[in-house]
């Protein structure tokens, strides 16, 4: 047996990161857990019992540089390597017209859904250098970039900083052998948006698909698992639209 991959997949508690985590160890891949919450970890690597791979909870907030720093130290001691980092951990705030949006929120949506990414990115894209392996990172955007979507302002602008952050990256980092891509989902019945109100928004979302359902976290897993195959290693600083076909661009 060849070595496992290793992965680190952030917001892995729940939603798009624990069916990703659950893909990726479906093809025998060794997922490193990230999220703030220990018990929804150990709830997702429980679920994953009898997958090839393995699933290790550690317990992270992105935004704490710190914990991100710690995360790695731990990948490095029980892993060794990186050979792919996911960045999903995202959050939202209750809809909002944009010149109502409190700056708190402006801000915590902006820590998570960008400064997050970029924390991570720097944190894994030193290991995956040192370690001299091709890598990957792979990003979870939003298709509200593409729509402007009305009523999110903070969250599209967020997603917006992190689809021009795959480009740069990419460009800085070919030269080290690591791909930045991104997806970009459309509303997705997560648990995240389902217990939120943008939950009520899938009727107005399905009058625009191309393809008539909800989309699930399971629709959006395989694009990432793509991405992060060899199969996608001459793809970089792209960005895949994984919606059902409500946006095209
Ligand atoms: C179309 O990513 O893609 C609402 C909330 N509507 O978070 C999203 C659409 C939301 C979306 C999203």
């Known amino acids: 047996m060849p070595d496992p991959q290793i992965a680190v997949v952030t917001g892995a508690g729940s939603g798009i990161g624990a069916a990703v985590a659950h893909e990726l160890a479906a ?42 720093r710690r995360l790695f130290d731990q990948v490095v001691v029980r892993h060794g390597r990186l050979d792919l980092l996911f960045n999903n951990a995202g959050t939202g705030a209750p809809p909002t017209e944009f010149d109502e949006t409190p700056l708190s929120a402006w801000n915590t949506v902006v820590a998570v859904n960008l400064t997050g990414v970029f924390l991570m990115s720097r944190a894994a894209s030193d290991l995956m250098r040192r370690n001299e392996r091709r890598g990957r990172i792979i990003n979870i955007c939003s298709n509200t970039i593409f729509a402007g979507t009305p009523n999110m302002a903070a969250y599209v602008a967020a997603k917006g900083g992190v689809f021009g952050f795959t480009r740069a990256l990419a460009t800085e980092l070919g030269k080290h052998g690591i791909t930045v891509n991104a997806v970009t989902p459309g509303l997705t019945a997560s648990d995240g948006v389902m217990a939120s109100p943008h939950a009520q928004a899938f009727g107005f979302v399905e009058m625009l698909q191309a393809i008539p359902g909800q989309g699930q976290p399971r629709d959006i897993a395989p694009a990432v698992a793509f991405l992060a195959s060899d199969d996608a290693r001459w793809i970089t600083g792209q960005t895949l639209n994984v919606d059902g076909g409500m946006v095209r661009w």
């Open 27 to 68: 093809r025998s891949w060794t997922v490193v857990l990230a999220g703030r919450r220990p018990d929804a970890l150990a709830t997702v690597a429980a679920q994953g019992d009898g997958l090839p791979g393995t699933l290790d909870p550690a317990p992270t907030d992105v935004t704490d540089e710190a914990a991100v």
